[in-house]
Structures are given as C-alpha cells and as structure tokens.
Antibody
Framework: EVHLVESGGGLAQPGRSLRLSCAAS????????MHWVRQVPGRGLEWVSG????????AYADSVKGRFTISRDNAKNSLYLQMDSLRVEDMAFYYC????????????WGQGTLVTVSS | SYELTQPPSVSVSPGQTARITCSGD??????VYWYQQKSGQAPVLVIY???KRPSDIPEKFSGSSSGTMATLTVRGAQVEDEGDYYC???????????FGRGTKLTVL
C-alpha cells in the first residue's frame, strides 16, 4: 500500500528553523516528483515547493522562496523541507504529496504535520 | 501573481447535479486538477488533466475545461460528497503553481 508519513512539525519561535521529513513507501519513490503543500487550519490549500524525481528541478512559492529548501534522498525514500527564518504566517499543516510521472496530479498525500510559529 | 477563481459555496439537494467552476487566464493552455477535502482529512485527487478520473474515483465525478473556465461536475450528489473542492493549475509559464480558494459543497 502506498504511504506518505510526515514528521518534524512542532513549535518554533519566529526566526527559528524546523526540518520536516516525509517517509514514502509502497511505490518507486525515485521515479516521481514530490511536493509540499500547506494549509492554515480552516483555510485553503497553498502549494509550497516541489522537486523533480532526480532533484534536477526545484521550485518554490514566492512566499517561501529564499527561506525554505526542499530536498530528497531517493536511497532513503525520503523527502525533506528545511524551513528557516520562520514567520507567524508559516504556521499551518504541512502535507507531502506524490506528483505524477509527467504532471502535477498529487495522487497520494500524507496525513500532515502541524507547524506552529509563536513566541 | 496568478489566481484561480472559485465560488465560495455550492449547494444542491441529494440526487441533484453539482457544478463547481474554476476560472483562470492560463486555463486554455494549462491543465486543471481537482481535489476533494473532507473535514479533518487530507485532500484526495478526483480529476486530473482537466477530465481524467483516477481509477478509484466514482464515475459520478467528471471534469471539463473550455477557454478560461474549468468545471467539476458531481452527478447524483449525496451527503458523502460534501466537503471542500479545490482546483489547481499553473500560470502560462508553469512557474507559479496555485490552488483556487476552494468551494464548499453542501448537499441537503
């Protein structure tokens, strides 16, 4: 069965850092693009960042560019999001999502991990 | 910036057809994807590349796109179809990936 499990969420002060991880199983992780999507509780979805199957293509939303870094380790079937210079507005549930082979069909999602940014 | 515009809410009676629209300037050139999110759950892909349906999604869900507007249709909507529906696409360059603000579907 295909699974994505996020971890690493928690409480951080503004300006500090957190690193999210996403463990994948049940599919050939190294063949697919992966993405991070976030959602403020009670609000809509926001695409955050995506990375190609071989890390050759990386993109970020303008709201996190220069502060967040996406990476992956195909040997470990894992996706990461390094979040630096956190802001209150970064507080949200963070989901990792499996992309399509050649499109943005996010066909598998994790359960999400909550990031709280507060002093 | 790039925006996809959805109505905040759509309401239908059980058994009726619900239509949720999504408009964006780049839709004539870019695919639309639709996601369903029920309360407290992660989103689920229900339509990809404008009109294709994942194998585990019921046939009651269909998608279409014409010009700058895409439409998600839910035929014979039931209470279990209630939730928030989001469209997703990119701008013309493909650099900006955005979700619409979401449409709350109510079946009552």
């Amino acid at each position: 069965e295909v699974h994505l499990v996020e971890s690493g969420g928690g409480l951080a002060q503004p300006g500090r850092s957190l690193r999210l991880s996403c463990a994948a199983s049940g599919f050939p992780f190294g063949d697919y693009a992966m993405h991070w999507v976030r959602q403020v509780p009670g609000r809509g979805l926001e695409w955050v960042s995506g990375i190609g199957y071989d890390s050759g293509t990386i993109a970020y939303a303008d709201s996190v560019k220069g502060r967040f870094t996406i990476s992956r380790d195909n040997a470990k079937n894992s996706l990461y999001l390094q979040m630096d210079s956190l802001r209150v507005e970064d507080m949200a549930f963070y989901y990792c999502a499996k992309g399509g082979l050649r499109n943005d069909a996010f066909d598998v999602w994790g359960q999400g991990t909550l990031v709280t940014v507060s002093s | 910036s790039y925006e996809l515009t959805q109505p905040p809410s759509v309401s239908v009676s059980p058994g009726q057809t619900a239509r949720i629209t999504c408009s964006g300037d780049a839709l004539p050139r870019k695919y639309v994807y639709w996601y369903q999110q029920k309360s407290g759950q992660a989103p689920v892909l229900v339509i990809y590349e404008d009109s294709k349906r994942p194998s585990d999604i019921p046939e009651k869900f269909s998608g279409s796109s014409s010009g700058t507007m895409a439409t998600l249709t839910v035929r014979g909507a039931q209470v279990e179809d209630e939730g928030d529906y989001y469209c997703y696409s990119t701008d013309s360059s493909g650099d900006l990936r955005v979700f619409g603000r979401g449409t709350k579907l109510t079946v009552l």
